[in-house]
């Protein structure tokens, strides 16, 4: 009788990325923590921020983040690059902002690398700037896909 | 007698890379865009600027850029994940600018994620972004390895 493996745990790297989002807009540190990679060298930058490298300082940038509050965050424009084991997600996230004139739109640009291993897929890298205004975010785009 | 076939192209993620800063400091847009790989949604953020998706709008925006002279532009502080067929590379972009006073250093985080077909290794996506003073760009690193 061949060996069964157990199966992979149900994961593409869009619902990576849902987990993701999802985690940000709850202020959840834990369900933010699981969905990254178990390697050294994960990295995280924030808008305008340094580098963090590792699960410690990218916990601790988050939980500095989530000390004032949850991040209403939205993926919008979703461009996908798919390779084997790997997924390059370009999202353009609208954030929230609460202002004293109500709630202000601001826009990060952002870069999401997913890697699969035996676990499935998780979060290597997240790579995130300042955007321009929303008009100005895709320059010469050919064929872009409505998300 | 087996059918031989032809050899990959000798390369790995840190010699596109270098092929990549080389260029950027010739200002060469052919080696440039020979560095990318062949996918329609291959990514480029500029520090502060739009997103690129696809081959022609990346050259467009390099061409655009090389329009003011090479750019003085070497990596460093490289911090490396390597998976099956993919590797992120998160490089501290060291920029000589010239200014009145003489040259001046600034500094921009960028991550660049390589992957792997047929071809041999080629860069997928690029996001660059303002960095902070060098001495802030990496925030609470556990084993910084020199470079």
Tied chains: 1, 2.
């Excluded at 004139?101 to 300042?130: D, E, F, I």
Aim: aromatic share 4%; hydrophobic share 40%; glycine share 6%.
């Amino acid at each position: 009788m061949p060996r069964i493996k157990p199966p992979l745990p149900p994961s593409t790297p869009d619902e990576i990325e849902q987990q993701l989002y999802e985690a940000l807009q709850r202020a959840d540190i834990e369900a933010l923590m699981a969905v990254w990679s178990d390697d050294d060298e994960i990295v995280c930058v924030h808008p305008g921020g340094p580098r963090m490298v590792g699960a410690a300082a990218i916990r601790a940038s988050f939980e500095a983040l989530f000390a004032n509050g949850a991040i209403d965050v939205r993926p919008e424009k979703v461009r996908r690059l798919q390779a084997l084991n790997c997924a390059v997600h370009s999202v353009q996230e609208r954030v929230n902002v609460p202002t004293e004139q109500g709630p202000k739109a601001a826009w990060v640009m952002a870069t999401n690398v997913y890697v699969k291993s035996s676990r499935g897929w998780a979060l290597a890298a997240h790579h995130a700037s300042p955007g321009s205004p929303r008009e100005a975010q895709d320059a010469a785009e050919a064929g872009s896909t409505l998300h």
